[in-house]
């Protein structure tokens, strides 16, 4: 069993930063493709970015040039680098690890972490 954890939502202005953290449990994190999800009220859960072992990474359409997502194997961590934030990045944020490295299924998921942008 996989447990992961996300942290670093808060409150921000349109236009600012914000990096989320997420810390997965396991012996071979470093072989863990992980990426993150966000779901706004009353909308479907969206891809946002993935990472896999060979620090390769993918964006969703609507983050592409924003967001960085990176990965530290030493902490067993992920990072979701997001700046130029707007109103409509306002959602739950979730970090998913798919130990397999598949990059097509995400076992494992976070309980999630607000992100609310203000205008």
């Known amino acids: 069993q996989v447990q992961v954890v996300e942290s670093g939502g808060g409150l921000v202005q349109a236009g600012g930063s914000l990096r989320l953290s997420c810390t997965a449990s396991?012996?071979?994190?470093?072989?863990?493709?992980m990426a993150w999800f966000r779901q706004a009220p009353g909308k479907e859960r969206e891809f946002v970015a993935a990472?896999?072992?060979?620090?390769?990474?993918t964006y969703g359409d609507s983050v592409k040039g924003r967001f960085t997502i990176s990965r530290d194997n030493a902490k067993k961590t992920v990072y979701l680098q997001m700046n130029s934030l707007r109103p409509e990045d306002t959602a739950v944020y979730y970090c998913a690890a798919d130990p397999l490295g598949r990059g097509s299924e995400y076992d494992y998921w976070g309980q999630g972490t607000q992100v609310t942008v203000s205008s």
């Open positions: 990472i896999n072992w060979m620090y390769s990474t």
């Open positions: 396991g012996d071979t994190f470093s072989s863990y493709h």
